[in-house]
């Protein structure tokens, strides 16, 4: 559980609603089993490295279907010795703050 | 209110643990008056493009202050006549599945 | 000249061959007056952050002229005391190889 | 080819200077013998989607050997039935503009 993946995958020739798409890519993360967690501009899953490559690779999969063009935005963060960061980075800044903020 | 900006600001210098200069972004956010929504791996920020960089603006002059190394990751979506999309993308996606996923 | 951004905006709405809307936002930063340097996944552009964020914006509004739905990622690279770091960046990992690299 | 991947990746916990570790990575890359291009902000590289992300994980298990915090950015660009994009998507522009641009 040493990596926090953040990643959102864009169809470029679908026009500019793509939320059908990124739907299908929810449903694969979902199904992953892996924990995680979705946001305005993409979604953040946790795991090991091969874990979370392997859900964004099987989204990828999915869109390579009936997409002729894909945008893929990924961000990680590995840190060693933590885990279950997808909720302790929001606490943790919290806890500097000495209040909730909106997440 | 056509452009979500989601950003992380991360200093280099100071070491594996950042969240003392999160959390003052975070403060500089909070107070803009800009409806946000803090993720584990950057914070959405909903506004016009001058108002949203502004709030990235003053988070890095404010790190600039103290850091002397800074790495920024901005990713911004521009839809013409849609607003409130820090919560409508999401919901969007769930009714496409018929069902709410972990947000 | 202290920041270096990396920037890339694609429009959704337009199918799948954009490079007519990037060539626009080539001539604004060509224009502009700024050391660039574009690169196979975005462009890089040296100076203060009002003046690369300038460039950015004139570009945004350019294509928000004619495109529904813009996507855009920025990456920035704030280091004090450090300047042409358009070149020095690779010059300084041939440095440590102690070889030319592809670039 | 399909797939074009520029990624980043830099240790957190190992002060301003990071080149020696971006050196490492850029020896792996080029030992991959898949084409590539280095620039300021980040590194290209040409391949199938297995491939390129093979080379970024070898860069991330390297790191990961002596680096406690990793902040990687990836982004992605798949195109059916296109190739050699490390240089076609720079002439792309050029010809748009009938020009060179700054590459």
């Known amino acids: 559980m040493s990596v926090l993946l953040e990643f959102s995958?864009?169809?470029?020739?679908?026009?500019?609603?793509?939320?059908?798409?990124?739907?299908?890519?929810?449903?694969?993360?979902?199904?992953?089993?892996?924990?995680?967690?979705?946001?305005?501009?993409?979604?953040?899953?946790?795991?090991?490295?091969?874990?979370?490559?392997?859900?964004?690779?099987?989204?990828?999969?999915?869109?390579?279907?009936d997409c002729r063009r894909i945008s893929i935005a990924m961000r990680a963060d590995y840190r060693a010795d933590k885990g279950n960061r997808l909720e302790s980075k929001i606490t943790s800044v919290e806890n500097k703050l000495g209040r909730k903020v909106k997440s």
């Open 9 to 65: 995958m864009t169809p470029l020739d679908k026009g500019e609603s793509v939320s059908t798409y990124v739907a299908r890519s929810l449903e694969i993360i979902d199904r992953s089993g892996l924990p995680y967690k979705m946001g305005p501009m993409g979604t953040c899953v946790e795991g090991e490295w091969e874990e979370v490559m392997a859900v964004a690779q099987a989204c990828y999969e999915r869109m390579r279907g």
